[in-house]
């Protein structure tokens, strides 16, 4: 079994800021990629950042410039700055995490249990 626990979230105002942070543990053999993705209401579920184990990122247009991803305290675990936040930002922010249990099996996609974040206008 895989989890990932995630931590942070919670309102804020227009403009502020916001850290989430989410691990990764369990029977996880490595990690390919991990990041976050959101779903607001009404919406389908979109990508928001992911780093991948080499080190590239992805981030959606929207965050550009104002969301950052990084490793947090260890190389399973990923922190999100999110700064100048926006009422649009508001929504559950889910924890990703594609990798193996095993040198034998393909990749897996893991997800939290998601965070809410709003933000007030």
């Known amino acids: 079994q895989v989890q990932l626990m995630e931590s942070g979230g919670g309102l804020v105002q227009a403009g502020g800021s916001l850290r989430l942070s989410c691990a990764a543990s369990?029977?996880?053999?490595?990690?390919?990629?991990m990041g976050w993705y959101r779903q607001a209401p009404g919406k389908q579920r979109e990508l928001v950042a992911v780093?991948?184990?080499?080190?590239?990122?992805n981030y959606a247009d929207s965050v550009k410039g104002r969301f950052t991803i990084s490793r947090d305290y260890a190389k399973n675990t990923r922190a999100l700055q999110m700064n100048s936040l926006k009422a649009e930002d508001t929504a559950v922010y889910y924890c990703?995490?594609?990798?193996?249990?095993?040198?034998?099996?393909?990749?897996?996609?893991?997800w939290g249990q998601g965070t809410q974040v709003t933000v007030s206008s």
């Open positions: 780093l991948t184990s080499g080190g590239s990122t």
């Open positions: 369990g029977s996880i053999f490595s990690i390919n990629a």
């Open positions: 990703y995490a594609r990798g193996y249990i095993d040198y034998v099996s393909p990749p897996d996609d893991y």
